[in-house]
């Protein structure tokens, strides 16, 4: 689902910019069915799909979903499945989030650092059984009427 407070992770964001991402980001809720593991369209290479944006997996409980999704991310947070960089000045880091799951962790004190994302949009993940992700509209809030 993309209901998710983008304002919050902000917190120098002013009211003004808080009340803009509401309107972008919740204007159409959305909820996608992602195949558990999915298949890299480039190498064929299998991996988990997961992130801190699963809700549930389908067919199980919320509660049952939850156990099994830890179970799941402990296995690819395990310090054998992991790269951890040591920056340099200079360095450029660029990953494949089709094979790969991001976390930053804030260990850099007071050092200055500069981030750029660029998000290329491409294909639709697909499963071991070649279904591909399904996206539903969960809710669509009506358009402000012009004053």
Do not use: C, M
Request: neutral net charge; hydrophobic residues 35%; proline residues 4%.
């Amino acid at each position: 689902s993309n209901a998710y407070d983008y304002a919050a992770v902000r917190p120098r964001a002013t009211a003004e910019e808080k009340k803009h991402f509401e309107e972008v980001f919740t204007s159409t809720i959305y909820e996608t069915e992602h195949p558990v593991v999915r298949v890299h369209p480039e190498t064929g290479e299998k991996s988990l799909l997961l992130g801190n944006f699963v809700q549930r997996l389908v067919g199980l409980s919320k509660s049952d979903s939850a156990k099994l999704f830890e179970v799941f991310q402990s296995y690819v947070t395990a310090p054998e499945n992991t790269v951890r960089w040591r920056w340099q000045v200079g360095d450029v880091a660029i990953w494949d989030n089709r094979a790969t799951q991001h976390y930053a962790v804030n260990d850099y004190g007071d050092q200055h650092r500069v981030v750029r994302r660029a998000t290329v949009d491409g294909d639709v993940p697909v499963g071991v059984d070649g279904r591909h992700s399904i996206t539903h509209v969960k809710a669509a809030k009506p358009a402000a009427k012009a004053a």
